[in-house]
């Protein structure tokens, strides 16, 4: 028989920080793709190409963002899954919620039927909406556009999967950030003599 004494430290959980987080996908709204265009232009002094200093250029970009697009507002990130929510479930559940208070401070059987029928109410209604958007995002899923924000969807999970968001920039010996067509086409063509150099044993 073994014996042993073993201390064992319990780690308590951290609840994870969210951070704010510029609203990059309202870009996908014209009026504001093009607000953000000519507010960037603003700030970069009207500048057609980019100056060599990315981390300034970022910067200006990310502060631009922030200004025209606006934050998210840093709260707890909700597990449920909402994106078919319609005005009317949002009614109903809103209902829903009213009756509970009123049942939780006045304990009567009258209370307690109209709670059920609310409970009732809003799971048929979130049947509908569900069913309506699932219907909906299948028939958009067989067009050209739908395809796209699927694999669109697809690399975004992906992204948020992996621990670091990196930023994919090609940067010359020196560290400096390239930002004209034939910088970077030497810079690749360097990579290219590099990697197909035969190395002596």
Request: glycine share 4%; hydrophobic share 25%; aromatic share 8%.
């Amino acid at each position: 028989m073994v014996v042993c004494k073993m201390t064992l430290m319990v780690c308590k959980k951290k609840r994870s920080k969210m951070e704010k987080k510029t609203k990059w996908w309202k870009l996908k709204k014209e009026e504001c793709c093009e607000e953000f265009r000519q507010k960037l232009r603003q700030a970069l002094g009207g500048q057609v190409v980019l100056p060599d200093d990315w981390e300034t250029t970022a910067e200006v970009i990310r502060e631009t963002g922030r200004t025209v697009l606006g934050v998210s507002s840093g709260r707890r990130k909700k597990d449920k899954e909402t994106w078919w929510w319609n005005e009317e479930v949002q009614d109903s559940i809103q209902r829903k919620r009213l009756a509970k208070n009123k049942w939780d401070m006045d304990r009567t059987e009258e209370n307690r039927q109209e709670y059920k029928k609310s409970q009732c109410r809003v799971k048929r209604e979130v049947s509908k909406a569900k069913q309506k958007a699932y219907d909906e995002l299948y028939t958009r899923l067989d067009t050209r556009e739908g395809q796209k924000d699927l694999y669109g969807l697809a690399r975004q999970r992906d992204r948020d999967g992996k621990d670091v968001q990196q930023v994919r920039v090609i940067k010359d010996r020196d560290g400096r950030v390239l930002t004209s067509e034939e910088s970077i086409q030497r810079r690749w063509e360097y990579f290219e003599e590099l990697m197909n150099e035969e190395n002596e044993r």
